[in-house]
């Protein structure tokens, strides 16, 4: 039952024209992610790299003050140049959390 609570007071989004549907379809001003401006959008390449950089990105949104002095998008940086042995380029995940 919490996570339901979670998903209701946030929402993931793959597009931005999927943000603006759900902003904008009636009944769902009434969703506490759409009334505290919690939607966010994360990029699924994020997974692929690796899926606990993914996580980390969620983890962020979900509980931003336990994961405070985690910064998800150094961290996949810092496994593109590591693992991969190229820079990251583009924006994997908005707003940052």
């Not at 597009?15 to 994360?42: D, H, L, M």
Request: aromatic letters at 16%; proline letters at 6%; glycine letters at 4%.
């Amino acid at each position: 039952m919490q996570a339901l609570k979670c998903l209701l007071d946030m929402a993931f989004a793959p597009v931005e024209e999927f943000r603006e549907e759900r902003v904008s379809t009636p009944g769902w001003e009434n969703v506490n992610a759409i009334k505290n401006n919690r939607i966010y959008f994360i990029s699924t390449v994020a997974s692929s790299v690796h899926h606990c950089c993914f996580l980390l990105y969620m983890a962020k949104c979900f509980y931003p003050e336990l994961f405070e002095d985690v910064d998800p998008d150094e961290v996949l940086n810092e496994w593109f140049g590591r693992f991969l042995g190229i820079e990251k380029e583009g924006i994997y995940a908005y707003p940052l959390p």
